[in-house]
């Protein structure tokens, strides 16, 4: 079955430093792959996404690509912010899984000042 | 503002009684999903409706019963709940056709505490 796999966290960083949060995949077909993230107190949200090898998502100052033959969607960041602390994950879709979204277990970041 | 409402936010209430929650899209998608998000663990897919027809129960007791009377609402209806039922529950939507690359968008949650 499909399978999402985090780096583990917690990550703290300072305000200014560059993040790099892993994340590969096990899936059957071509999924397509997503970051989402949740600030405190709320849902998910959509962060950016990639829907076929080699593509970048960016939002936000976030990148990600999608990397077929390592099977893998790195969320990278060149200077984060305070207002970034949150938890990420990194889940994906693909047509063998009944369309379903599997995430990840989540990456906690706390940025501080 | 995600346009996926959930009501209540907070929620506490006894094993024994009988609660509902709330959600309700405002993007014209045709499917409606439930999740919970415990603590340290990732997060559990419960149930699928897609336009109105469950589609998928991942293995949920049935102290959780969900129910959709159309492609804007989606109920979760609890009775006799465990302790270690505690947690986030989380309503999602998306537009199911043609592309796998739709996002799922997700509201703020029910945080749910069981005495």
């Known amino acids: 079955g499909d399978s999402v796999t985090q780096m583990e966290g917690p990550v703290t960083l300072s305000e200014e430093a560059c993040l790099t949060i892993?994340?590969?995949?096990?899936?059957?077909?071509?999924?397509?792959l997503f970051w989402y993230v949740q600030y405190p107190g709320e849902g998910l949200q959509l962060l950016l996404k990639?829907?076929?090898?080699?593509d970048k998502g960016s939002n936000k100052g976030f990148e990600a690509t999608y990397r077929k033959e390592t099977t893998s969607f790195h969320l990278e960041k060149g200077s984060v912010q305070v207002s970034d602390s949150a938890v990420y994950f990194c889940?994906?879709?693909?047509?063998?899984?009944?369309?379903?979204?599997?995430f990840g277990s989540g990456t906690q970041l706390t940025v501080l000042p | 503002e995600t346009g996926v409402t959930q009501t209540p936010r907070h929620l506490v209430m006894g094993m024994t009684n009988k609660k509902s929650l709330k959600c309700e899209q405002h993007l014209g998608h045709n499917a409606m999903y439930w999740y919970k998000q415990s603590a340290k663990k990732p997060l559990e897919l419960m149930f699928v409706?897609?336009?109105?027809?469950?589609?998928e129960n991942n293995s949920v007791p049935s102290r959780f019963s969900p129910e959709c009377p159309n492609s804007s609402h989606l109920f979760l209806h609890l009775h006799t709940l465990q302790p270690e039922d505690s947690a986030l529950y989380l309503c999602?939507?998306?537009?199911?056709?043609?592309?796998?690359?739709?996002?799922?968008?997700f509201g703020d949650g029910t945080r749910l505490s069981i005495l």
């Open positions: 999602a939507s998306s537009q199911e056709e043609g592309e796998i690359g739709r996002p799922q968008h």
């Open positions: 990639a829907t076929k090898a080699d």
């Open positions: 409706y897609n336009f109105k027809e469950q589609t």
């Open positions: 892993n994340c590969t995949y096990t899936a059957t077909g071509y999924p397509s």
């Open positions: 889940a994906l879709r693909s047509p063998g899984s009944a369309r379903q979204l599997t």
